[in-house]
């Protein structure tokens, strides 16, 4: 049996959406893209949505409607994926690295209280794997000291705290669909925001700072418009929301399916020594976007031992993620490597993500467990 680490959940009603769109006149911001975001807002719970090219650019475009530039100073967790953290390096901004919880692998709200000063001006969050982060804590830090919060919620399409979904409690979230992620367009992503102004501000960046933009001209049958801002060609066409939109209606079954794999995954797993599934919290929910476990010191092989051991026996894992403050771009320029983050260096070694996707059955999940036995 040949397991992959993931694979797409693709229908032949997402390929009839997609062939339908080639219909169109618009090939670009047109009616699919609107559908898509305001199915997004009703989800979510947010006044706006802004359909963009990827997760990276909704979380650069977040950064940069806040107006963070040279001097400035935001949080963002070491255990994450590099766009997290390049979002901000975009804007000249400094990344500030902060710790991760133990069992979650969120980020730290002590942590984050550790590391706040007069520079800074944001905090972005990471809801890892599918499970939220305490937002109580973090969104009462960000009160006090007049933080803006960004929630990269390339993992939690879905995800909810207290029955808040993610991507409604931060000044902006950020979406990914990615292949590997909760729906995919192939590349894609969506800005989800309350805040009209920084809306606006998010559409103009979005389509290289345009204040009008060409439907628009046509329609009035005016052609002048305006460059407001130094943008970018960040948009989202037709045919990728075209599939996004059609994968959207069964984001529900997606989560639910992806649920039920993990409970069979955590009924198996918990019955042998030395691993760890995934820890869950009372006040939220988990959609295991990743399944995450830890290989303990007590387990017969290693993490590299065992992922090799498993990629012998056909079937992908994947490591997620080398902290940040250890890859070679960060550790040279920030020096990192000197300050100590205690969690992330320990999961580094120990965490694995297995495979996990909508249409896995109970028989690979009993295969990929046999051989962790």
Same mark, same amino acid.
């Given at each position: 049996?040949?397991? +992959?680490?993931?694979?797409?959940?693709?229908?032949?009603?997402?390929?009839?959406?997609?062939?339908?769109?080639?219909?169109?006149?618009?090939? &670009?911001?047109?009616?699919?893209?609107?559908?898509?975001?305001?199915?997004?807002?009703?989800?979510?719970?947010?006044?706006?949505?802004?359909?963009?090219?990827?997760?990276?650019?909704?979380?650069?475009?977040?950064?940069?409607?806040?107006?963070?530039? +040279?001097?400035?100073?935001?949080?963002?967790? &070491?255990?994450?994926?590099?766009? !997290?953290?390049?979002?901000?390096?975009?804007?000249?901004?400094? &990344?500030?690295?902060?710790?991760?919880? $133990?069992? !979650?692998?969120?980020?730290?709200? @002590?942590?984050? $209280?550790?590391?706040?000063?007069?520079?800074?001006?944001?905090?972005?969050?990471?809801?890892?794997?599918? $499970?939220?982060?305490?937002?109580?804590?973090?969104?009462?830090?960000?009160?006090?000291?007049?933080?803006?919060?960004?929630?990269?919620?390339?993992?939690?399409?879905?995800?909810?705290? #207290?029955?808040?979904?993610?991507?409604?409690?931060?000044?902006?979230?950020?979406?990914?669909?990615? +292949?590997?992620?909760?729906?995919? &367009?192939?590349?894609?992503?969506?800005?989800?925001?309350?805040?009209?102004?920084?809306?606006? #501000?998010?559409?103009?960046? #979005?389509?290289?700072?345009?204040?009008?933009?060409?439907?628009?001209?046509? @329609?009035?049958?005016?052609?002048?418009?305006?460059?407001?801002?130094?943008?970018?060609?960040?948009? /989202?066409?037709?045919?990728?929301?075209?599939?996004?939109?059609?994968?959207?209606?069964?984001?529900?079954?997606?989560?639910?399916?992806?649920?039920?794999?993990?409970?069979?995954?955590?009924?198996?797993?918990?019955?042998?020594?030395? /691993?760890?599934? +995934?820890?869950?919290?009372?006040?939220?929910?988990?959609?295991?976007?990743?399944?995450?476990?830890?290989?303990? #010191?007590?387990?017969?092989?290693?993490?590299?031992?065992?992922?090799?051991?498993?990629?012998?026996?056909?079937?992908?894992?994947?490591?997620?993620?080398?902290?940040?403050?250890?890859?070679?771009?960060?550790?040279?320029?920030?020096?990192?490597?000197?300050? $100590?983050?205690?969690?992330?260096?320990?999961?580094?070694?120990?965490?694995?993500? /297995?495979?996990?996707?909508?249409?896995?059955?109970?028989?690979?999940?009993?295969?990929?467990?046999?051989?962790?036995?």
């Amino acid at each position: 049996m040949k397991i +992959p680490y993931f694979t797409p959940w693709l229908t032949k009603e997402d390929g009839k959406n997609i062939l339908k769109t080639l219909n169109q006149r618009w090939l &670009t911001n047109g009616p699919n893209l609107k559908k898509f975001e305001n199915k997004f807002c009703s989800l979510i719970g947010s006044k706006f949505a802004i359909g963009v090219g990827s997760a990276t650019h909704a979380l650069h475009l977040s950064v940069k409607s806040l107006g963070i530039g +040279p001097g400035d100073e935001v949080i963002v967790p &070491t255990f994450t994926f590099a766009a !997290t953290a390049n979002a901000v390096e975009y804007c000249g901004a400094k &990344t500030i690295f902060a710790d991760v919880e $133990q069992d !979650t692998f969120n980020i730290s709200p @002590k942590e984050i $209280q550790r590391k706040i000063t007069k520079k800074t001006k944001a905090i972005i969050v990471v809801h890892y794997g599918g $499970q939220a982060c305490d937002m109580d804590k973090i969104i009462s830090i960000s009160k006090k000291r007049g933080l803006k919060i960004i929630e990269d919620c390339a993992h939690a399409l879905g995800s909810t705290f #207290k029955n808040k979904k993610c991507g409604s409690m931060g000044i902006t979230g950020c979406f990914s669909f990615y +292949p590997t992620k909760i729906i995919t &367009t192939g590349e894609g992503g969506m800005v989800t925001s309350s805040n009209s102004r920084i809306s606006h #501000k998010i559409c103009m960046l #979005k389509s290289q700072g345009m204040n009008v933009l060409p439907s628009e001209r046509e @329609k009035k049958g005016k052609w002048r418009y305006d460059i407001e801002d130094l943008g970018f060609n960040y948009r /989202l066409d037709e045919i990728r929301a075209a599939l996004g939109l059609s994968q959207f209606r069964r984001v529900k079954e997606i989560n639910r399916r992806r649920i039920n794999i993990a409970k069979k995954y955590n009924s198996l797993i918990k019955k042998i020594p030395g /691993l760890s599934i +995934p820890a869950t919290k009372s006040d939220r929910n988990h959609i295991y976007h990743l399944y995450s476990i830890k290989i303990e #010191k007590n387990y017969n092989l290693t993490r590299d031992q065992l992922i090799q051991k498993l990629h012998k026996n056909n079937i992908g894992t994947s490591v997620q993620y080398y902290p940040l403050h250890l890859m070679s771009y960060f550790e040279k320029k920030y020096h990192y490597k000197k300050l $100590q983050f205690p969690n992330a260096n320990i999961l580094k070694d120990k965490i694995l993500c /297995l495979p996990i996707f909508p249409t896995m059955t109970e028989k690979q999940v009993k295969f990929v467990v046999s051989k962790l036995s």
